[in-house]
């Protein structure tokens, strides 16, 4: 016999309702933010691939910083998990963003609390994580620790596939293993109203006559996400490519990786506006 004590129904305007309101976090970028509906949206998990050096780390840092923007200067006030599986988090680079994005509030005026860098970085939580059995490990433990800090926001896993392309060889059990930890980054969006975001690696792929770029892990793992962002180069500028989502189109943005972080594009530059 099923219990309904924990079903219950919504309606689809409801669905709408609560998506039009849903909390976004802010990239820097504002061309990257207006394709994605405001920024990377809470309640749902954002997968952004790419080749080696286009800035997906960048970007989860630039967003580990940027959800720490106060409430009352349009941000979320929250706290981040980093989750480095590939030894890439500088906590320099940290601090180098954190100093311009104070920069860019205090600029604004419209926060005149003295916000140090120093604070930026001790709300965010560092996980280093050396295998795949880590890995699940502390997928499993993250719902315990974000009960106990209610104020993460987000959870940014750098890169979310990388020890199950080095280490797993039986790829029917990977596919279950990931299967089961996408399920969990879900829930977890849902249930702390956070978001997820996944940075993923690139692999060539022959399709049609060619060989071709997609993203690590395949079809399979292609479900695992709510949205997914490929970042590219077209030439000497960067972009990044809405590829799957059920509420935004697709569609291209240009953005830059400068020393201040994650910025409109060099070729549309105008000074980032926070809300």
């Known amino acids: 016999m099923v219990s309904h004590s924990n079903v219950c129904a919504q309606t689809a305007w409801e669905m709408l309702s609560e998506e039009e309101y849903s909390t976004r976090i802010t990239t820097s ?3 990257l933010d207006n394709i994605l509906g405001g920024g990377i949206s809470c309640k749902e998990v954002t997968e952004i691939g790419g ?5 997906k780390t960048q970007l989860g840092i630039q967003l580990a910083v940027n959800v720490q923007i106060p409430v009352d200067c349009g941000g979320l006030g929250g706290k981040a998990i980093y989750v480095d599986t590939e030894g890439s988090f500088m906590v320099e680079r940290v601090f180098q ?3 311009a994005c104070i920069e860019d509030l205090l600029e604004g005026h419209a926060c005149k609390d003295q916000m140090q860098p120093k604070t930026f970085l001790s709300n965010i939580f ?3 994580i050396c295998s795949y059995t880590e890995q699940i490990a502390l997928i499993n433990y993250l719902e315990k620790f974000i009960a106990e800090n209610r104020d993460v926001k987000i959870v940014i896993i750098d890169s979310v596939t990388f020890h199950f392309r ?5 790829l029917a059990l990977r596919t279950r293993v990931l299967s089961g930890i996408a399920l969990k980054l879900m829930k977890l969006a849902k249930m702390f109203s956070l978001a997820v975001v996944q940075l993923n690696q690139v692999t060539t792929k022959f399709t049609e006559g060619s060989f071709q770029l997609t993203l690590a892990l395949g079809d399979s793992w292609s479900h695992a996400c709510t949205n997914r962002v490929i970042l590219y180069w077209n030439g000497s500028e960067r972009f990044a490519y809405i590829d ?3 509420s935004l189109r697709s569609a291209s943005a240009p953005y830059s990786v400068t020393s201040r972080g994650i910025r409109d594009s060099a070729s549309n530059c105008k ?3 926070m809300m």
């Open 51 to 55: 080749v080696p050096g286009i800035g």
């Open 271 to 273: 000074r980032i506006r």
């Open 126 to 128: 560092y996980f280093r």
């Open 29 to 31: 970028c504002e061309d």
């Open 166 to 170: 080095q280490d797993f060889d039986d």
């Open 244 to 246: 799957k989502s059920p």
């Open 97 to 99: 963003i954190a100093e």
